[in-house]
């Protein structure tokens, strides 16, 4: 067997390149596995593993019959924002805490984040993006946040906006404090609730004048 001969490096400059080459290689093989391990955990998380079974159902959402593939354990939120593209319900907490993600099923208030979306079938859903009408006129609350801006950043404004959309089906004529109640299960992180109290309370009143 004919030995081969050891390589040896003969100056500086050799060595040099020859660690650069190490570390990015090093780097390169360390993100390959970090981005595998997120698309793994997302995939896991989201429910999003195509192995896992979807099925195509048809859910009812803001007067339309969208036929949508779903998992059995995907949430409603997950499946108005990533499949229909109805991004004005908002996901924060992600357990059922805050709000953001509330929808109106069957003109009644839902945390989206924590329904299954199979579970609406046969049941009417309605996002903020339905509450506009046709024309493109707004529905009188968001008009009424229009009008007296009573939101700083906005992220929790569509949950907020539903909520008393619900609220004031059943109580078209609050009290301030009955309304603060109504609307309770919502949470803001600019906490400015007096002035998303008196949105809602402005939207009240733009409805009784409807």
Not at 105 to 118: A, E, F, N, R
Not at 160 to 171: D, E, P, Q, R, Y
């Amino acid at each position: 067997m004919t030995e081969i001969p050891e390589l040896k490096t003969t100056d500086t400059a050799s060595k040099s390149i020859t660690r650069r080459r190490f570390i990015l290689g090093v780097i390169a093989s360390g993100g390959i596995v970090a981005a595998a391990n997120y698309k793994f955990i997302s995939s896991a998380v989201h429910g999003q593993n195509s192995s896992a079974g979807e099925r195509l159902i048809t859910i009812n959402v803001n007067g339309m019959q969208r036929r949508v593939d779903v998992m059995k354990q995907e949430t409603l939120a997950w499946t108005l924002r990533y499949k229909l593209g109805l991004t004005g319900t908002k996901l924060g907490c992600d357990r059922a805490e805050c709000g953001a993600c509330t929808v109106l099923i069957d003109d009644v208030p839902h945390y989206s984040c924590s329904t299954l979306t199979h579970t609406v079938r046969g049941r009417k859903v309605t996002t903020v993006e339905g509450l506009a009408s046709a024309d493109g006129k707004l529905h009188p609350v968001q008009q009424a946040v229009v009008d007296t801006q009573g939101f700083q950043c906005a992220f929790c404004m569509s949950g907020f906006i539903m909520s008393a959309v619900g609220f004031l089906k059943t109580n078209p004529n609050p009290t301030r404090t009955e309304l603060a109640h109504g609307i309770s299960g919502n949470l803001c992180r600019c906490q400015d609730y007096n002035k998303i109290l008196d949105s809602m309370m402005r939207g009240a009143e733009y409805m009784r004048r409807a």
